[in-house]
């Protein structure tokens, strides 16, 4: 055990330690001990910043364009693929729909880029259509849109498998008194399949919560470009580039602390949560 | 007894049911396509001349078939490079991460292990705290292993999430198995490597598999401590031909070569290994999500 006790300290919790360059005017060569402690000026200096509040926007509002259209689409597919009847088939949808899921953000930034591009079908389409050509990942107005339908093109096939493990232990004999009593297919799921997985579906919900400040940090950092900052620059991001793209260490750390405090406070909110009203939590 | 139950459903079906039968089946065909035609569209572009590809002509075959844009990344790109860099961070990070992890999850596993809640708090905590970005640099910086592949390796060996599924599977190995052991004269250390290492085979090729993905997919790393070429990963290299291929262009002017093919031929070369081992992962990442959440 002693081997990960040494390095979760070192890459962990060092860093943690290190975060008290947030207060201080931190200069690399100096060190902790030689640089110059500013108490909270760094903090006062990024709530004063419109641009850190812009920031904050963009990383909420992608989140939460993310959260209305990535969860509740897995749902939906695994009670659909559920009721799929041939084997063979339900096995191929699921492999096909599972495999963007293992493919890194450059792979799927690759393929959208194809697609989207300027030379892309998508815009093949447009202009067949008589409409005009749109660069997507250069207009401020769509690149939100990209985001969130790349993420679900990757993420939302691999979202079904908890709901349809749920779907799999729901007790076969309420389907067939549903049965008896006429009931069609869809009536079916709205009255047995629907409130059986009320449970999981909350506790997914709160434990997604708890993320509520991460827009997708590699994601974003892979397929944004300074055309799209406006609208796409998030916390993660912004650390990034003022904390390490333009040195200013101390002011990143503040951001980043800032950061790090909200989400703990967000999970762990959402921990109690879950496991208040549902008996489950992630620990 | 499953095709019985089927064929009485079967024969049932209303009228009402088997339309939304036939929905669904459509439904999931059009989901099938969308999860589909993206990669056949960049595996034609990656076979297709350039002519076509810049005409918008390529659809979901390949128009001039031709190979020069894979010629082009494996001679004229760092691709194999790339390529050895990810493989070595990779397996030294899978294997190291796969022995370091058992070896904790195994006391934390065991009731008797004094301040056990401590050291799970102890790990638990890095989970929902963190010191971000900078300090993280900073350490990588003061430990001079700024461009140094170790740097990827080294603080991704534990991961906390794999230590508890270990940790937890270990907990549903009976009592009884190493109380037997005990009284035949066995230490820990002989229980550990002759009987529950043995025992948790699936459980290791699950968490093999978790990290093997997660060290070939990182990205961010890479690009916040490495800054030599010679050392780039494969998701680095990716990420620039994908966002540069105009730049490197117009540097080798004697090259006339398609850009938006040579981004498709990467990206079809970069997916291959994943597509490779894509049976393992789905049993077994399946099995895994499954596990921590019915035991979460």
Known sequence: MLPAILLVFIFNYIPIGGLIMAFQEFDILQGFLGSEWVGFAQFERVFSDAYFYQVLWNSLIISVMKLVITFPLPILLAILIDQLQNVLFKRTVQTLIYLPHFLSWSIVYGIFLAILGYNGPVNHVLSFLGLEKIPFFVTPSVFRGVLVTSEAWKEVGWGTIIYLSALTAIDPGLYDAAKMDGASKINQILHVTLPELIPTVMVMLVLRLGGLLSAGFEQILIMYNPSVYDVADVIDTYVYRSGIGQLEFSYGAAVGMFNSVISFALVITSNLVAKKRFGRSIW | ?296
């Open chain 2, 1 to 296: 007894m499953n095709q019985n139950v089927q064929a009485k459903n079967r024969i049932r079906l209303s009228r009402g049911d088997r339309v939304f039968h036939g929905v669904n089946i459509g439904i999931m065909v059009v989901l099938a396509l969308i999860m589909f035609l993206p990669f056949l569209h960049v595996v034609s572009k990656s076979f297709s001349a350039d002519t076509y590809v810049i005409s918008g002509q390529v659809g979901l075959l390949p128009k001039g078939f031709n190979l020069e844009a894979y010629r082009f990344s494996f001679t004229d790109t760092p691709i194999v490079t790339a390529f050895k860099n990810t493989v070595f961070v990779t397996v030294i990070g899978t294997v190291l991460g796969v022995m370091a992890t058992a070896a904790a999850a195994y006391p934390l596993s065991l009731v008797s292990l004094k301040g056990r809640k401590i050291f799970i708090y102890y790990f638990i905590f890095t989970m929902l705290f963190n010191g971000g970005l900078v300090p993280g640099f900073i350490l990588m910086n003061k430990l001079n292993l700024l461009n140094n592949l170790w740097s990827l390796i080294l603080p991704h060996i534990i991961s906390v999430y794999h230590l508890i599924l270990m940790k937890t599977y270990f907990e549903g190995i009976p009592d009884a198995v190493r109380e037997s052991a005990m009284i035949d004269g066995a230490n820990h250390i002989v229980i550990f490597s002759r009987i529950i290492l043995p025992m948790a085979k699936p459980i290791i090729a699950t968490i093999a598999l978790f990290s093997a993905v997660s060290f070939w997919n990182s990205y961010y790393n890479a690009m916040l401590y490495l800054s030599d070429p010679d050392l780039q990963t494969l998701q680095l290299f990716l990420v620039n031909i994908v966002k540069q291929a105009n730049a490197t262009d117009s540097i080798n002017t004697e090259m006339v070569v398609p850009t938006d093919t040579v981004r498709a031929a990467t990206v079809v070369i970069g997916t291959v290994p994943i597509l490779i081992v894509y049976p393992f992962l789905q049993r077994y990442f399946v099995a895994g999500i499954t596990l921590g959440s019915v035991k979460g």
